[in-house]
């Protein structure tokens, strides 16, 4: 499902766990985890079919997504909060 883990980032809006890889973002609620309770159907998981590779994941106090990528540069901005 997810490859090698490159960036965790932590969403305090929603309370969850990012683990990001290239082209990939897997979240997870961070409560879950804590009881160890964590099913299947509690992990997201996005796949991005850009072909770009995804390096740093940040979120601001709103829960806007920012996910920086290399090569071709780029920070994207969520058009909602996750």
Known sequence: MIGINQFLAYNSKNDSLYMVTDGKIVSVPVAKLL????QTSDLRAIDFASGKEFENLSFDQ???GY???IRTPEILKSDRPL
């Open 35 to 38: 009881n160890h309770s964590v």
């Open 67 to 69: 996910l920086m990528t």
């Open 62 to 64: 709103a829960g806007y």
